[in-house]
């Protein structure tokens, strides 16, 4: 017996038409019905058969693009005003990296909030394939960003050799971590001042800040 056809799964089957595509701004429909959603009903209730007849587009369509909910609410509601995978580079190491840690330690931005990402973390923290995912889509590029931008740094002689670049962003990041959901706060900008010459280290050429 055949399947009926479905009015929502034409957007990516069946032959060529004329005319505009209907894939033409899924995902940015798909993102912001997500971000819809998410503000009025909250991520538990929120759920990819709602997102779909709310952007109008297949349930595949979605999972073919976001292989979980996890990911999709991450992506519309997170990284879509994320800035960290792109740290600027002002000259000045120091002030990048501080740059970084003041907007690693606020709490996160958008529609999400920090809500919503800890119940993003907490579906992550069992099931391995939601946490890997956000770990290759999201997490990765923002520490490959930083190590890069260390990298940049001692090549132009900002830093003197011999720092262990992949380990700035786990110390950077991992001291905001342990700060937030050990102590219940965040570092104050003295503090953060303080972190980032921690982990820069003698690493600084000339007199270190404050010496």
């Known amino acids: 017996m055949s399947p009926e056809p479905s009015a929502t799964t034409t957007d990516e089957q069946g032959p060529p038409r004329r005319g505009r595509p209907r894939t033409a701004g899924l995902d940015d429909r798909v993102l912001e019905a997500t ?14 058969d709602g997102i779909a007849t709310s952007a109008e587009v297949s349930k595949g369509s979605i999972y073919r693009r976001w292989p979980a909910k996890g990911v999709l609410v991450y992506d519309a509601c997170v990284a879509a005003n994320d800035e960290l995978p792109q740290v600027i580079d002002t000259g000045d190491i120091r002030a990048d990296l501080l740059a970084v840690a003041r907007l690693a330690s606020g709490p996160p931005s ?3 909030g920090a809500e919503v990402v800890s119940h993003i973390l907490a579906d ?3 099931d391995p394939d939601l946490m890997e995912m956000l ?21 132009r002689g900002e830093l003197a050799p011999g720092i262990d670049a992949p380990l700035v962003p786990a110390v950077l990041t991992g001291a905001l971590q342990y700060t937030r959901r050990v102590r219940s ?16 280290g003698g690493h600084l050429p000339g007199p270190r800040p404050g010496a």
């Open 35 to 48: 971000r819809r959603s998410i503000a009025e009903h909250g991520y538990t209730a929120t759920t990819v």
């Open 110 to 112: 958008g529609t999400a």
């Open 185 to 200: 706060r965040s570092l104050t900008d003295e503090e953060l001042e303080h972190l980032v010459d921690m982990v820069l």
């Open 124 to 126: 992550a923290a069992t």
């Open 135 to 155: 770990r290759v889509r999201f997490f990765l590029p923002r520490s490959d960003a930083i190590v890069r931008r260390v990298e940049v740094a001692v090549e």
